[in-house]
């Protein structure tokens, strides 16, 4: 039996750990200013440079993956972080994100639901006369073998786009959606 859901809390957990990842550690020294003057003063860009940097490769790095779907649909994920660029209160930084070709994969796993008759006449065996579970399994043991099989890889650049307010570095939400989309090789979920 398989544990966790096929759409439910897979992906979602991982991407909202990223995002708050960043959000809580891209935190630099507050800066002293003036009590009756509160100007920002422009940030320390080195220090701002390393503090995106190293934010954004902890959070990559303490992706959790929580069920057999994430292990199969990200285990030839990679991504490759470029430099940083400060700018007053807005940063970018580039990103290399690549995986297999997780669209192509599931499009030929439901061609083979679809063309194969030994497949076709096992889920509905299944669909009759098992549970909603063993009909799940079925199909994702024919998806993960897609997947697994892959040669295809998808490579996607993304630029990460950061604010910073009160001395805290926010990474933008589109940027955080089109991460998210690269780390699926653009398989909507």
Same mark, same amino acid.
């Given at each position: 039996?398989?544990?966790?859901?096929?759409?439910?809390?897979?992906?979602?957990?991982?991407?909202? %750990?990223?995002?708050?990842?960043?959000?809580?550690?891209?935190?630099?020294?507050?800066?002293?200013?003036?009590?009756?003057?509160?100007?920002?003063?422009?940030?320390?860009?080195?220090?701002?440079?390393?503090?995106?940097?190293?934010?954004?490769?902890?959070?990559?790095?303490?992706?959790?993956?929580?069920?057999?779907?994430?292990?199969?649909? %990200?285990?030839?994920?990679?991504?490759?972080?470029?430099?940083?660029?400060?700018?007053?209160?807005?940063?970018?930084?580039?990103?290399?994100?690549?995986?297999?070709?997780?669209?192509?994969?599931?499009?030929?796993?439901?061609?083979?639901?679809?063309?194969?008759?030994?497949?076709?006449?096992?889920?509905?065996?299944?669909?009759?006369?098992?549970?909603?579970?063993?009909?799940?399994?079925?199909?994702?043991?024919?998806?993960?073998?897609? /997947?697994?099989?892959?040669?295809? /890889?998808?490579?996607?650049? /993304?630029?990460?786009?950061?604010?910073?307010?009160?001395?805290?570095?926010?990474?933008?939400?589109?940027?955080?959606?089109?991460?998210?989309?690269?780390?699926?090789?653009?398989?909507?979920?």
């Amino acid at each position: 039996m398989r544990e966790g859901r096929l759409w439910g809390r897979g992906a979602l957990p991982f991407f909202l %750990l990223l995002l708050c990842a960043l959000m809580l550690s891209c935190c630099s020294q507050p800066q002293s200013q003036p009590e009756e003057h509160p100007v920002e003063e422009p940030p320390s860009t080195e220090e701002d440079e390393k503090a995106i940097l190293e934010a954004t490769e902890e959070a990559i790095a303490g992706i959790e993956v929580e069920t057999e779907l994430e292990e199969h649909l %990200l285990a030839r994920f990679e991504c490759e972080l470029g430099e940083v660029d400060v700018e007053g209160n807005r940063a970018t930084l580039e990103a290399h994100v690549s995986n297999a070709d997780l669209p192509t994969a599931l499009s030929e796993a439901l061609g083979e639901f679809s063309d194969n008759e030994d497949i076709i006449s096992s889920l509905g065996e299944l669909y009759r006369e098992g549970t909603d579970e063993e009909l799940t399994d079925a199909f994702l043991d024919v998806l993960y073998g897609h /997947v697994d099989e892959c040669e295809d /890889v998808v490579e996607t650049d /993304v630029t990460l786009r950061y604010t910073k307010r009160e001395n805290e570095w926010t990474l933008d939400e589109s940027s955080l959606e089109q991460f998210v989309a690269a780390a699926y090789a653009g398989l909507e979920y």
